[in-house]
């Protein structure tokens, strides 16, 4: 119960990687919202939280509509008083229009930017005030490890999560004096409904012929990054940039040749 009397929001928790990062959160005792565009989905969150022993509530979030970044982080902090974990975990990514600097519209290509920059600027400007009054908090956000290795396709995702890595590094720098700490986590293929449906089975399999750990990660793998980040045990460590990727991109470029 690393997190007791903590009070953290999870962006997009009703699937994946922010399903199991919610789950994961209460298990350890913090009281979690869920910022969700359905209430619906976020109370069967709730309840499977609440018949575990954890506590859980519903915050209204709509990425579409961008004053909810700011409204669901003020709601939580106007219930409880405070904000301590916030996990930026929603990211946005069209597959079909988002493509390479050749064929991306630039139309697209700034929705997307702007559509996955404020999902942690505006949260994290809205949670940082109230942290700073309340004597600090960790912030986590889902970047990809396309943000560290450039990428064939998805021109507009790679970069967007780039910059959110260096707001990462800004916010951490920047914040620091206020005991905020700011990480980022890098998932590599993560068996979600969002990369099944992206990838192809050829896809998948060349992937993973570079994986040296040889499996697609879990929305686990990241839950338990984003746990470390939001307790004491992480409390030396901020603007850290974590690839959670079975350390895809980190070995020789023959790998994949010898390696079957
Ligand atoms: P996922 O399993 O598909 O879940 C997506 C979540 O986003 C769902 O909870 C969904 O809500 C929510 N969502 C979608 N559109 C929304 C909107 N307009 N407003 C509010 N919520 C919305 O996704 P995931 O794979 O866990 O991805 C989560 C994060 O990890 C993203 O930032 C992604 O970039 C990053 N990531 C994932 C991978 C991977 O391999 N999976 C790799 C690198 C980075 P509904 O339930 O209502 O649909």
Known sequence: MKLKNKVALVTAATKGIGLASAEKLAENGALVYIGARSEELAKEVIKSIEENGGRAKFVYFNAREAQT????????????????????????????????????????????????????????????????????????????????????????YCTSKAAINSLTQNIAVQCAKYNIRCNAVL????????????????????????????????????????LFFATEDSSYLTGEIMEVAGAFGKFTPMYGDYVK
């Open 69 to 156: 970044y700011t409204a669901m982080v003020e709601e939580v902090i106007e219930n409880e008083g405070k904000i301590d974990i916030l996990v930026n975990n929603y990211g946005g990514h069209d597959v079909k229009l988002d493509k390479t600097i050749i064929d991306t519209n630039a139309e697209h290509y700034f929705y997307e930017v702007i559509n996955n920059l404020q999902s942690v600027f505006l949260t994290s400007q809205t949670a940082i005030k109230s942290m700073m009054k309340t004597g600090g908090g960790s912030i986590i956000n889902i970047s990809t490890i396309g943000s560290a290795v450039p990428d064939l396709s998805g021109i507009a």
């Open 187 to 226: 998932p590599g293929f993560i068996a979600t409904k969002a990369a099944l449906e992206n990838m192809s089975e050829e896809f998948i399999q060349t992937f993973l012929k570079h994986v040296p750990m040889n499996r697609p990660g879990k929305p686990e793998d990241i839950a338990n990054a984003v």
